[in-house]
């Protein structure tokens, strides 16, 4: 609009002037029918045509009443005589009509007429190319000035439009993504518009997506150890009746049957031994079984970290004495936590016991650290060992049930200390770098029925 009514105010300024021109053009006209008593000075209209330096009057004549030209700023005209034409736009001028279009040129006649008396005609040629270059200039101003401002409308619409498009594509190339099961997607919000909101929507729909999956994982494993518990109680009724048995017949052929050659009585007690020892294994390997299987039930009291620990440490001081294995104590003496000790106990026990074959077979120092520490509500227990440590391709596995590198045992101890430590509400985690040692750490809340 701004640029529309300067084009208008320079059209009308042009008309202005131009009218002016036309104006002065006619005076001088006048001057020289009234004043110049029929002596005509084309010199001086000449001269005066060219200092008003019209744009569009290209010719004055001052015509007589005998339809003469007396004067005229075209020298070649003067003294000629009026064509049929020209009569006949003298008589349209008389009667009212003093302009006329000849072409490209407009012819304005008007007669001179002072009291009562007609001194002639003034006789004005203007070429309308000028003012329809004026027109055309004027159009071509208002055509690109449209093109202007609507090119800046389509720049600012392109940038609006990308800057609303670009977070739009990121949720759906994040949807896609979530679409071929990766839920591992955080849209960023960088907005508090429509836009963020529906980015925070993503994100909660994600968490949502997540939550929903580890409890299909968690129905999954449940349906699996329902399972393992039916069959393994099936197990154990078929097996221990067996063992229980074979248990009381080697009693029984202990007694009865043992040589009295002293040789020969080393040997058989030394194989009655043997036999002894598999039947307590398998026994343990069916409680193993049995304790997987069956559903946790927590005996929670509030507990003495430093009483249990040093518990613990009491039952497996011996037999680190005798490997050559070094104990470190760094625990905290005065936290206690509502959790059920002896479940906690075993949990500690068993990943002292992988910590302690993890370093059977080093030769250099042989350490264990078992330290402590609390962030913020969380108390965390360190179990760390320099022992030959877990490949990185089976650290995803150690938590997996019937997962072991052992040639012994069924992998069962890890996945029921994961177990246990979730039923308390916290967590586990597990460090490891072959050749320089693991390290478990429990995670666990400081406040009553708290969960990480």
């Known amino acids: ?196 909101k529906l980015a925070e929507s993503f994100n909660f729909m994600i968490t949502k997506l997540k939550t929903a999956r580890n409890l299909e994982e968690k129905l999954r494993e449940a349906e699996h150890l329902s399972g393992l518990g039916q069959l393994s109680r099936h197990m154990a009724h078929e097996i221990r009746n067996p063992l229980n048995f074979i248990s009381l017949s080697i009693d029984h052929i202990a007694a009865k049957y043992r040589p009295d050659e002293k040789e020969k009585s080393d040997k058989f007690a030394s194989l009655i031994s043997g036999i002894r020892q598999e039947i307590t294994r398998l026994d343990k390997l069916v409680n193993d079984f049995l304790d997987y299987s069956r559903p946790l039930s927590l005996n929670r009291q509030m507990v003495s970290i430093k009483e249990l620990l040093d518990d613990m440490i009491d039952l497996i001081w011996a037999k680190a004495d005798v490997e050559g294995i070094k104990i470190l104590k760094d625990y905290d003496t005065a936290v206690e936590l509502y959790l059920d000790p002896d479940l906690f106990k075993t949990c500690v026990l068993n990943v002292v016991a992988n910590a302690f074959h993890a370093m059977s077979s080093q030769k250099g120092d042989k350490v264990l650290t078992i330290k402590s520490a609390i962030d913020k509500d969380i108390f965390l227990l360190t179990i760390a060992d320099k022992g030959e440590g877990v490949p990185e391709e089976n650290l995803s596995k150690i938590f997996e049930p019937f997962f072991s590198t052992k040639e012994t045992g069924l992998g069962l101890g890890l996945p029921l200390t994961k177990r246990v430590i979730e039923e308390h509400g916290g967590r586990v985690d597990f460090k490891s770098e072959p050749g320089k040692g693991s390290e478990m750490i429990f995670l666990l809340p400081l406040r009553k029925y708290a969960v990480l």
Do not use: C, W
């Open 1 to 196: 609009m701004f640029l529309y009514s300067e084009s208008e105010r320079k059209l009308f300024k042009e008309l202005e002037r131009q009218t002016t021109e036309l104006t002065k053009a006619i005076q001088i006209g006048v001057e020289e029918v009234t004043t110049g008593k029929g002596k005509s000075d084309e010199a001086r209209l000449a001269q005066y045509l060219k200092k008003l330096n019209t744009k569009g009057v290209k010719e004055i004549s001052i015509i007589s009443n005998a339809d003469e030209i007396v004067a005229s700023t075209n020298p070649q005209r003067i003294g000629e005589s009026m064509t049929k034409n020209r009569k006949e736009l003298i008589i349209k001028a008389e009667l009212g009509e003093p302009v006329s279009e000849e072409g490209k040129t407009f012819n304005v006649i008007l007669p001179v007429v002072a009291g009562d008396t007609q001194y002639g005609y003034i006789h004005l040629r203007i070429n309308k190319d000028d003012f329809s270059d004026v027109l055309r200039s004027n159009v071509i101003s208002r055509v690109l000035a449209t093109l202007f401002v609507f090119g800046i409308g389509i720049v600012f619409t392109l940038i609006l439009s990308r800057q609303y498009t670009r977070p739009i594509e990121k949720v759906v190339n994040a949807a896609m993504r979530v679409a071929a099961g990766d839920l591992n997607q955080q849209i960023k919000v960088e907005s508090k518009d429509e836009i963020g």
